[in-house]
């Protein structure tokens, strides 16, 4: 069997985590090596860069930002991503390129271009199969994430740079990134309940195992 590379994206409070760990229950009762891992994170170099990134109360330039997410991208992609796919895995990635690109870029305002750029150069040119977006209004998101533990927050929900017109044009750029490239991008709406989400995530995702 091939492998098969998956990624879900969406703005905080989407319900990534919960939806990676319901497909990956959904894949492995079809019987497939399943590898899920996660954005920044993943290895020991890019757990250690997360703790940088998301738990630091310092704040960073957009472009310091992109530059240490990518660090750690291309150690997740040369230690376990690649591996995964070329042994027939299917990896289920909780964040990728996609998401440097809606927070750094059209969130931070660092230039697109060049994040484009570092990204094809941090994965080798490595993409996805298939990006599930989970779409979410912002204040619905927002609203999960001041709900639940406070230990689970990050600089990027409780620093003041990041307010909510910053979580809107985040928003805004995947939905940009999800119209410009529909051949990859499938868009879910993540209001419901997470059985009911997962059912729909598997319908756009299915035919990939299908085929394979």
Excluded at 125 to 147: C, H, I, K, M, S
Excluded at 148 to 154: I, K, M, S, V, Y
Excluded at 171 to 177: F, P, S, V
Aim: net charge negative; glycine share 10%.
């Amino acid at each position: 069997m091939r492998g098969i590379f998956v990624t879900l994206e969406g703005p905080d409070g989407a319900g990534k985590s919960t939806q990676q760990r319901l497909l990956v229950e959904r894949l492995l009762r079809t019987g497939r090596e399943v590898v899920a891992t996660r954005e920044p994170g993943g290895t020991p170099l890019g757990e250690r860069i997360r703790g940088m990134l998301l738990e630091s109360e310092t704040a960073h330039d957009p472009l310091v930002d992109a530059l240490l997410f990518n660090a750690a991208r291309r150690a997740l992609v040369e230690q376990v991503i690649r591996p995964s796919l070329a042994r027939g895995a299917v990896v289920v990635c909780d964040r990728f390129t996609d998401s440097t690109l809606a927070y750094q870029a059209y969130g931070g305002g660092a230039p697109l271009a060049d994040l484009v750029a570092l990204a094809k150069v941090a994965t080798g040119g490595l993409r996805p199969a298939r990006t599930v977006l989970l779409e979410l209004d912002v204040d619905a998101g927002l609203a999960r994430r001041q709900g639940g533990p406070a230990a689970e927050l990050t600089r990027f929900e409780t620093s003041d740079d990041h307010d909510r017109d910053f979580h809107q044009r985040v928003r805004d750029g995947y939905l940009a990134l999800a119209a410009a490239e529909p051949a990859r991008w499938r868009v879910v709406e993540a209001s419901g309940a997470p059985d009911r989400v997962a059912d729909l995530v598997w319908e756009e995702l299915r035919d990939l195992f299908e085929e394979a």
